[in-house]
């Protein structure tokens, strides 16, 4: 989280700076401000996280899904293909 952390710092004052005049004036440290800023970032931060981790999951789950599908299909149609050529040939064209 090295990069991610600094960018996460350097938001928290952009908030802090953009919000400084919600800061009630009445506590003499800012620190718990922005300390709750920071949480809600990280929290944002990790949210995002696990639902790009979960959407890569699906994606990879249904690719696995599709590549299984493709090589079932091939499989039916090497083993079926003769067998099926054959019966559709010994058909009535009525």
Request: hydrophobic share 40%.
């Amino acid at each position: 989280m090295g990069a991610a952390g600094e960018d996460l710092a350097a938001e928290t004052f952009r908030l802090a700076f953009d919000r400084r005049a919600r800061y009630d004036q009445r506590y003499d440290d800012a620190r718990p401000w922005l300390y709750g800023i920071a949480t809600n970032l990280i929290r944002q931060y990790f949210r995002a996280a696990q639902r790009r981790e979960r959407t890569e999951e699906r994606s990879a789950a249904l690719s696995l899904r599709a590549r299984r599908e493709e090589a079932l299909s091939g499989l039916e149609r090497q083993l079926l293909g003769p067998e099926l050529a054959s019966a559709l040939g010994s058909l009535s064209p009525a």
